[in-house]
């Protein structure tokens, strides 16, 4: 593949400080603008599931369903932007996405247990969703740093 319009990769060690800072910024901003997707999908949902599947047997929790595909579209956003603005990557956009993906195969399900769980001791379904979303942006950012992007950064054309 032609490299002439790509800069020199560079690794996650080779960043000052001012510029993970700067990173990290971007990452919160791009991640508040996924957050606000996925507290109205999710508001949007858990409204549409309580009205039609309502008693259904087979929906174990309103909460678990409205979240997962909340998550599901703020993932997407939150990936596709902070790929291109955050992390400059140029990286493969498969791999890159399956890593991310592998990532959620352990956050989604557990998120979705404690969230299922404390939704059944009487908790507010935001008292859950607010906490759990600051929790997988900083997870997030560092997985995406330290394992993603790691040796991609700053790679894509100007």
Not at 81 to 107: D, E, G, Q
Request: glycine fraction near 4%; hydrophobic fraction near 55%.
């Amino acid at each position: 593949m032609d490299q002439s319009n790509h800069q020199k990769p560079q690794d996650v060690t080779d960043l000052t400080p001012k510029q993970t800072f700067a990173q990290f910024l971007k990452f919160t901003l791009f991640s508040i603008s996924a957050g606000i997707i996925q507290i109205l999908s999710f508001t949007l949902f858990s409204w549409v599931l309580d009205r039609w599947f309502a008693g259904a047997p087979w929906l174990t929790s309103e909460y678990g369903l409205a979240y997962f595909l909340a998550l599901v579209l703020s993932v997407l956003w939150n990936f596709t932007i902070n790929r291109k603005f955050t992390f400059k990557s140029a990286a493969n956009v498969p791999k890159a996405m399956f890593k991310v993906f592998l990532f959620y195969c352990i956050f989604t399900p557990l998120s979705i247990w404690w969230g299922v769980a404390l939704e059944r001791i009487g908790w507010n379904d935001f008292a859950i969703l607010l906490p759990t979303m600051v929790l997988n942006m900083i997870t997030e950012y560092l997985f995406c740093l330290f394992f993603v992007y790691r040796h991609n950064l700053n790679t894509a054309a100007k």
